[in-house]
């Protein structure tokens, strides 16, 4: 999707905001909004555990375990919960971004909205062809080989599996894919020279390889994070 195919909600001809957030809230319709900056939204991990000296249940906390990179002018759906705040509010700030910027698992925590700028009304968008035809969902066919083998990934670990597994389990599927997996797997190389193991990797190196070309840790996990939210 493109900005070009978006309109403000304020600019529609005859529905209001108020009917549009209606319509979005239930289903009815999708709402976006654009990132004004580029960020980095941090996620903290949160494992409970039996303590072994007193049986008593604790809570350990790992900071920023998770991440996902924003860029200016990109798009991001709004979820329902979010549309739901905007609705009674107006606004979507603070602590209820979080509605808007979803963790990876359950176990995860959005770390800080400080540096995200509030969600107001004027950047809330519906796409144009809402109104001419039937919502669709993008074909996964249409979509490149890495980002269809996360999709296999997620639908066969399930959404609570850390960006590791997936990886591990995309790998171990490339050295011998098999039935319809093959059409994308076959692109994928984890051999070639500058490729670095993910649990190895820094952010900004690359982890494996379509088509020649890089998807850094950084991108793996940006990907993983949104798939799993469209799931």
């Known amino acids: 999707m493109k900005i070009d195919d978006l309109e403000r909600i304020s600019n529609h001809k005859t529905l209001s905001d108020y009917d549009l957030l209606i319509k979005g809230a239930k289903g009815s319709i ?20 039996i303590c072994i000296d007193t049986g008593e249940p604790i809570n350990l906390f790992y900071d920023k375990e998770e991440s996902t990179a924003y860029t200016r002018g990109e798009i991001k759906e709004l979820p329902i919960p979010a549309i739901d705040e905007l609705i009674l509010h107006s606004k979507l700030e603070g602590n209820n971004l979080a509605l808007m910027f979803l963790p990876p698992t359950n ?19 519906f796409d144009k062809s809402s109104f001419t035809q039937p919502l669709a969902n993008k074909s996964p066919v249409n979509k490149k080989p890495h980002i269809r ?60 390889k ?20 469209s799931v």
């Open 210 to 229: 379509y088509d020649d070309k890089p998807v850094t840790k950084k991108n793996f996990q940006s990907i993983s994070s949104r798939e799993k939210q």
């Open 107 to 125: 176990d995860h925590k959005l770390h800080s909205t400080d540096h995200i700028a509030a969600i107001e009304l004027s950047n809330v968008y």
């Open 30 to 49: 999708r709402l976006y909004s654009l990132i004004k900056e580029d960020i980095d939204v941090y996620y903290d991990l949160v494992e409970s555990r």
């Open 149 to 208: 083998a996360i999709i296999a990934a997620i639908e066969h670990l399930g959404v609570t599996a850390t960006n590791a597994d997936l990886y591990s389990w995309i790998k171990k599927e490339t050295n011998n894919p098999t039935g319809a997996c093959q059409s994308f797997f076959n692109y994928l190389d984890f051999d070639d020279d500058g490729i670095v193991t993910f649990n190895a990797a820094q952010k900004g190196e690359t982890v494996l």
